[in-house]
């Protein structure tokens, strides 16, 4: 009896992070595509990965560290987390009021706005995420 709170914690910790116990966590494929129809740029379609369970923004980080053609800024707000300020060299702008809209499709085809920044979504397998650049 008494041994019951650490094997509940460690089977806690396992299930939080199943793969603390192997070399590599899991990876899930997941798709970003970069949409600026405001300026008449094609449509950009990136594969990449994530960890699973993990956040937008690594994936982000990964595949501009592996694709020259993807490349974004952001900044670091106390308030809001990471907030996504250009991509591949576009930068929303208050005065045009232009920024980066953040949707990931919530079926096979339809596409709904994130309510949270790139810290904090946490894409599922083969997700496809839209940064669009639109107008507020
Ligand atoms: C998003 O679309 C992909 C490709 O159609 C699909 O595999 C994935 O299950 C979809 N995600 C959700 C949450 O429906
Ligand atoms: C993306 O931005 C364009 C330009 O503002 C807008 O017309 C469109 O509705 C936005 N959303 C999607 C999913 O394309």
């Known amino acids: 009896m008494t041994m019951m709170p650490s094997l509940l914690s460690a089977a806690l910790l ?12 899991p990876m ?35 595949l501009s560290d ?22 591949n060299g576009v930068a929303g702008n208050n005065e045009a009021r232009t920024y980066w809209q953040l949707l990931a499709n919530v079926t096979n085809s339809e596409f709904k706005p994130t309510e949270v920044g790139i810290g904090c979504i946490i894409p599922s397998p083969h997700q496809q995420i839209i940064l669009n650049f639109t107008v507020w």
């Open 14 to 25: 396992l299930s939080l992070l199943p793969w603390t116990l192997t070399e590599a966590p």
């Open 28 to 62: 899930i494929p997941i798709a970003i595509m970069v949409k600026n129809t405001l300026q008449n740029k094609p449509l950009q379609t990136y594969k990449t990965e994530v960890i699973s369970g993990g956040i937008l923004l690594g994936a982000m980080k990964r």
């Open 66 to 87: 592996s694709d020259a053609d993807f490349k974004f800024t952001y900044s670091d707000n106390d308030n809001y987390g990471p907030y996504l300020e250009s991509v």
